[in-house]
């Protein structure tokens, strides 16, 4: 089994920067696949960036791609998510899962959730 705990979010204005990161307990963290997820008020959960578990393969979703950047730390237990050029349309609670083996992009796919950090996008 794996815990994850998401920190990092905030209030930001348009056009600024967070990073996410989300730690993660156990010494197996180089087995999952991790990726980062991001629900709105009113909207289904949906998957912003993964990562696989050497870091050789990553997935974007089309919203994204371009302004943000996951990466993973093994050593550290860690995955980032570098978010730049932020849009109002980026505010959410956005959620660290993981997963044993491949990448995967469908929530359901995911076996282990942190409880969410908020991310808040101001114009």
């Known amino acids: 089994q794996v815990q994850l705990e998401e920190s990092g979010g905030g209030l930001v204005q348009a056009g600024g920067s967070l990073r996410l990161s989300c730690a993660a307990s156990?010494?197996?963290?180089?087995?999952?696949?991790m990726a980062w997820f991001r629900q709105a008020p009113g909207k289904e959960r949906e998957s912003v960036a993964a990562?696989?578990?050497?870091?050789?393969?990553?997935y974007y979703a089309d919203s994204v791609k371009g302004r943000f950047t996951i990466s993973r730390d093994n050593a550290k237990n860690t995955v980032y998510l570098q978010m730049n050029s932020l849009k109002p349309k980026d505010t959410a609670v956005y959620y660290c899962?993981?997963?044993?083996?491949?990448?995967?992009?469908?929530?359901?796919?995911?076996?282990?959730w942190g409880q969410g950090t908020q991310v808040t996008v101001s114009s």
């Open positions: 899962a993981a997963r044993r083996w491949t990448l995967a992009t469908v929530a359901a796919q995911y076996d282990y």
């Open positions: 156990g010494r197996t963290f180089s087995s999952y696949t």
């Open positions: 990562i696989s578990r050497s870091s050789d393969s990553t």
